[in-house]
């Protein structure tokens, strides 16, 4: 059974910086793809970043160059540093892994920026 856990979640000020976690279970993060998406009140889940085998990762272009997705497979944590952090960055993050026909999601971790 899969299981992914979010954490790390927070207020901060603009500019701050957080770093979130996803913890997994069930599958290993140095082979899986894990994504990144988040929601903010009254809008729809959005994609922020992924990670996929042998590295590769793959960002939205409203966090491109602020955000870092990487894994610690020792941990079988995927992570995601978020610098410069901007008030419309405020959302419940979400990380997910697909295996068809399965779709795997945490509970979610609240990240607010403050002006």
């Known amino acids: 059974q899969v299981q992914l856990v979010e954490s790390g979640g927070g207020l901060v000020q603009t500019g701050g910086s957080l770093t979130l976690s996803c913890a997994a279970s069930?599958?290993?993060?140095?082979?899986?793809?894990v994504t990144w998406y988040r929601q903010a009140p009254g809008k729809q889940r959005e994609f922020v970043a992924e990670?996929?085998?042998?590295?590769?990762?793959y960002y939205a272009d409203s966090v491109r160059g602020r955000f870092t997705i990487f894994r610690d497979i020792v941990k079988n944590v995927v992570y995601l540093q978020m610098n410069s952090l901007k008030p419309e960055d405020t959302a419940v993050y979400y990380c997910?892994?697909?295996?068809?026909?399965?779709?795997?999601w945490g509970q979610g971790t609240q990240v607010t920026v403050s002006s």
């Open positions: 997910n892994n697909k295996r068809y026909p399965h779709d795997y």
């Open positions: 069930g599958i290993t993060v140095s082979t899986a793809t």
């Open positions: 990670i996929g085998n042998v590295d590769w990762t």
